[in-house]
C-alpha cells in the first residue's frame, strides 16, 4: 500500500484499527493533519501518533493487543482514536496509540509464535538466529516506545506506558495491575490514584525486572508503566464495554485534558499484593491441581497441593498466599504461575 492510499483511505473512513487488521503485517509512514491541527503520523502497521497544535507536559502511550484475543482494550483504545481521527476529541497531550499483534488478533489468538509480552527489554534478541514476527514487533515496538520519548521537547515531562489487557481467566477482583519493579524507587501516589480511577484498585507489586512492555517503560525510558488487567478475555463483538466505562472515561480524560474522577491515596481502598515466588513449568508433567475456573487471587488452605512438576509438588507455603496467571500450556522453562501476598506500601509511596 501506497502513503497516498493509506491516508485517503484514513481520511475516508477514520477507523485505524481497520486498517491495521487488514494490513497486519507492515503500514508505511505516513503523516497528514486534522483540521483542528492535529498532526497525525502513521508510523507501522498498529502505530499511530498524534500531536495536537498545543500540548501538555505528559507524554501518553496507550498500548493494547500486545496479546492478540485480548480484544476489549483493543476496542476501547480504538474507539478513542477514531474520535481523535474523526476531530471529535481533542488531545492535550501527546499519545502514541500502539495495537501490539495485529496478526494474533487476526487469528484470535494470544500469539502466533511467542508471548509478546515477554520479548522487551531485549530478551526479543537474547537467543541468537531464533526468529518469530513477535521478536520482529517487539524490536520495533521498543524502537517506536523511544522515538516517542525521545522527540519530546525538552522540560520537565512526565511519561507514561499503560499497556491493556484482559486475563485468560477470571480473577476474584475484576481489573488489576502489575506494577513492574521499580528498584527501590518508591510507588507513585498520583499512579495510585489514577488506576483507582480506572477502576482497578488491586495491584500487584512486583519486586524484580521482567521481560514486560511495562517493565521496559519503567525501567529503559523512565515513564510510569502499567500492565492492566481490565478483565476476562472475549473475542471482538462479545464484551461488555459497559464493564470498562471507568476506565475508558479516565483514559479519555487523561489524554484531553478532562476531569479526571481520582481521590487522595489512601492505602485501604487498594488491595496491594506483592510477589512471594514464581513457579515455572520446568518438564513437560507440569500439572495443575486446580480446576481451569479458579480464579486469579484465589487462595487456599496452608498445604494445598496446587501443582506438581517430575518429582516435585507446589503446596501453600504461607497463610494468605493466592495464585495468579496460571497457565499450564506455557512452554517448558517459562513461568506457569505467581504465588503473592498482600503487603503494604506504608512509607514506600509518595
Ligand atoms: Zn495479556
Partial sequence: MKPEELLQQLQQAPDFLKLTLAHPDFL??????LENGTDIQIWD???IYCQPKQFG?????????????????VELCSELLNKVLAGKL????????????????N?????????????FSGHHSKEPGVQSAERERAKKLESYVLKFFDEAPQGLRERKLYDLHTAIRGSRFEKFVVYP??????????QFEFLKACGANTVLLMQ???????YFAAQSCKAHGFTIELGKARPFGQNDMSRFADAAAAFRALISGGELATTEFNEADFNLYEVRRSIDKTTEAFKLHFADNIENFTTFDLGTVLASDQGVEYRVEVEGEAIIFPNPKVAVG????LMVKPVSVTGKVS
Avoid at 508505511?28 to 493533519?33: E, I
Avoid at 524484580?208 to 511495562?214: D, E, V
Avoid at 517459562?334 to 504461575?337: G, K
Fill in 45 to 47: 502497521t498498529g502505530v
Fill in 181 to 190: 519493579f521499580l528498584h527501590g524507587k518508591n510507588w507513585s501516589k498520583n
Fill in 334 to 337: 517459562q513461568r506457569a504461575m
Fill in 90 to 105: 481533542l488531545l492535550t497531550e501527546r499519545v502514541l496509540f500502539l495495537f501490539g499483534n495485529p496478526p494474533a488478533m
Fill in 107 to 119: 487469528a484470535g489468538v494470544r500469539e502466533i509464535q511467542d508471548n509478546l509480552n515477554r520479548l
Fill in 57 to 73: 507536559q505528559q507524554d501518553i502511550v496507550l498500548s493494547s493487543g500486545v496479546h492478540g484475543n485480548e480484544t476489549a482494550p
Fill in 28 to 33: 508505511p509512514f505516513a503523516s497528514y493533519q
Fill in 208 to 214: 524484580t525486572p521482567a521481560s514486560t512492555f511495562s
